[in-house]
Nanobody, 123 residues
Framework: QLQLVESGGGLVQPGGSLRLSCAASGLTLDYYAVGWFRQAPGKERKGVSCISSSGGTTNYVDSVKGRFTIFRDNAKNTVYLQMNNVKPEDTAVYYC????????????????WGKGTLVTVSS
């Protein structure tokens, strides 16, 4: 079974930067598409960014375009979400999830989920 563990969350000021990590174990993450999701207090969980298994395709929700970057490090079996110029509305629990079936970038039919890491953006 693929296991995913998020890390890197914490308190950050508006305009600051944070890097979230999604570390995989049990299986090689290279074969999986990976997505980052977030759930703000009182809100539904939504997709934020995704990356295909090859890393050749990425996607970002409009609200984070130009500020967030998703990338993979195969040697570390890890996918990252670099968050720059963060805003208070970015405050949420961030989850990573993986899907192997079609290996495409997307926010659907994710097979494995991490437990989440909390990001709080506040001055």
């Amino acid at each position: 079974q693929l296991q995913l563990v998020e890390s890197g969350g914490g308190l950050v000021q508006p305009g600051g930067s944070l890097r979230l990590s999604c570390a995989a174990s049990g299986l090689t993450l290279d074969y999986y598409a990976v997505g980052w999701f977030r759930q703000a207090p009182g809100k539904e969980r939504k997709g934020v960014s995704c990356i295909s298994s090859s890393g050749g395709t990425t996607n970002y929700v409009d609200s984070v375009k130009g500020r967030f970057t998703i990338f993979r490090d195969n040697a570390k079996n890890t996918v990252y979400l670099q968050m720059n110029n963060v805003k208070p509305e970015d405050t949420a629990v961030y989850y990573c999830a993986a899907r192997r079936r079609d290996s495409l970038c997307g926010y659907y039919d994710m097979d494995f989920w991490g437990k989440g890491t909390l990001v709080t953006v506040s001055s």
